[in-house]
């Protein structure tokens, strides 16, 4: 065999070799596969993982992936049903189910994306412009977030993809609205605080005056019935002396006299003039208290009231 023929049967060989190379292709568990031929679709897209066959030269596999996509959009400028501008940030994450209607509408991700993005802003400003700012932020967020996935899968549909998720991460006021607002909701509470104070002062002055005609009514009360206790004492105390004045005169009449002895002489600055004759002293020369003779006794006065 000489040197061209080996070369020939190389050259075939090599050939052989190459086609039977550019015969298979793999199928990844994460891909789909669309089989084109002269950029025509020529077999359902294959979303089985294995080893498959393709005409050499002529055909060309596109792979689509199975994984969950995602699509973050830019921060939009919405307007609310209670006239309120707000800046809504948002993202998807989504599918594709219908290989083949993909490749035919979008063909590719980034086109999908694109077109994904103009469904979302769309229905995301037709929902939120049925809503007010409180309930899109407060209360009903879950459920319109739902509503625009489902009004997104309905034209998402139509190119092959499936929503598996959409949220809506930030809703705020723009920066000029927000200062606005602030300004606004610290004066609404700078003037709901002066109410609460003015209706607690109200409150404490009208507990105050209650208060105090209660005390004025309590002490009026105790008044009246310590002068009733006082005089009840008073006449008991009178009581008590005349009984004693009654059964010994000449010892309540000594008694007293002592008490005044010891009352007159205290220490401090009183002085008294009196005539060593007196009455007053009769106890000093004379133990009964008579002096030139019996002296009627007398009731002395009572006591005074100790207080």
Known sequence: MNSTTKLVLGIVAAVVVFALANSFFVVQQTQHAIVLRFGQVVREPISEPGLYFKMPFIDNVVPLDKRTLDLDLPVQSVLST??????VDAFARYRITQPLRFFQTVRTVPNANTRLASFVNSSMRNVIAGTTMSALIRTDRGVLMNRIQEEVNREAG?????????????????????EAVFNRMQTERRQEAADLRATGSQAAVTIRARADREVTGILAEANR????????????????????????PNFFSFYRTMQAYEQSMKTGDTRMVISPNSDFFRYFGDASGQRNGPTPARAPDAPPASR
């Open 82 to 87: 209670d006239r309120q501008n707000l800046d």
């Open 158 to 178: 139509t190119l092959g993809v499936e929503i598996v998720d959409l949220r809506l991460t930030r809703v705020d006021l723009p920066q000029v609205n927000q």
């Open 225 to 248: 019935r310590a002068d009733e206790l006082r005089g009840a004492g008073d006449a008991e105390r009178n009581r008590i002396f005349a009984e004693a004045f009654g059964r010994d």
